[in-house]
Every structure is written in structure tokens, then in C-alpha cells.
């Protein structure tokens, strides 16, 4: 069943940089991500966040990425960088609906 997996990032100070999430991205690469169905990222300035949601194929194909290619890369960039924050809100939830 397919699920989506939602990422939250409060904007502090009004600050609307992406660097983070460019750096992460750029590391990731533009290959095919095993599973993924669709991936978008932006600002919700109403909710005060940036939004990352994707979603994909099923739940373990979600867990694999996150936990095999993700969190390495994030968690060197929270090495790296002491002013990179962690998601304020993260959520999978299995999708009733979800269609191209």
C-alpha cells in the first residue's frame, strides 16, 4: 500500500534559505529512487515551515531510503554543521488513495 512521509522544518527568523535541504539533495543525486513516487519540498508560510512530502510505493521502500541513503547524509550534515536543526514534525501514514 502506498504511504507518504512528511517532513516539517520550522522557519526560524524568517529565514527562507534551502541551503540545507539543496546540499542534502544534491548528494542524493537525480538517479532513480527505488519506490519513490513522487517527492516535492517548499515553504508553507501560513504553517510557518518548509514541507518536504513524498510518496512511495510502500513502506518499506520509504524505511530503505530513509534509513540507508538519508539519515547518513543528514546526520554529516548535523556533524558538520551546528546550525542545522532536525524536523520539528515527521509522519508516515499509509495512503487510502493515490494516484498519477
Do not use: C
Given at each position: 500500500?502506498?504511504?507518504?512521509?512528511?517532513?516539517?522544518?520550522?522557519i526560524v527568523d524568517g529565514d527562507t534559505?534551502?541551503?540545507?535541504?539543496?546540499?542534502?539533495?544534491?548528494?542524493?543525486?537525480?538517479?532513480?529512487?527505488?519506490?519513490?513516487?513522487?517527492?516535492s519540498a517548499g515553504f508553507d508560510h501560513?504553517?510557518?515551515?518548509?514541507?518536504?512530502?513524498?510518496?512511495?510505493?510502500?513502506?518499506?521502500?520509504?524505511?530503505?531510503?530513509?534509513?540507508?541513503?538519508?539519515?547518513?547524509?543528514?546526520?554529516?550534515m548535523m556533524a558538520d554543521d551546528p546550525?542545522?536543526?532536525?524536523?520539528?514534525?515527521?509522519?508516515?501514514?499509509?495512503?487510502?488513495?493515490?494516484?498519477?
Amino acid at each position: 500500500m502506498a504511504v507518504a512521509f512528511i517532513q516539517e522544518f520550522a522557519i526560524v527568523d524568517g529565514d527562507t534559505s534551502t541551503s540545507n535541504y539543496d546540499h542534502v539533495n544534491e548528494q542524493i543525486g537525480s538517479e532513480h529512487v527505488e519506490g519513490l513516487i513522487s517527492h516535492s519540498a517548499g515553504f508553507d508560510h501560513e504553517a510557518g515551515v518548509f514541507r518536504i512530502y513524498d510518496v512511495w510505493e510502500n513502506g518499506d521502500a520509504a524505511k530503505n531510503f530513509y534509513d540507508n541513503r538519508l539519515m547518513p547524509l543528514v546526520q554529516k550534515m548535523m556533524a558538520d554543521d551546528p546550525n542545522a536543526t532536525p524536523p520539528q514534525r515527521e509522519a508516515t501514514y499509509e495512503l487510502h488513495n493515490a494516484r498519477n
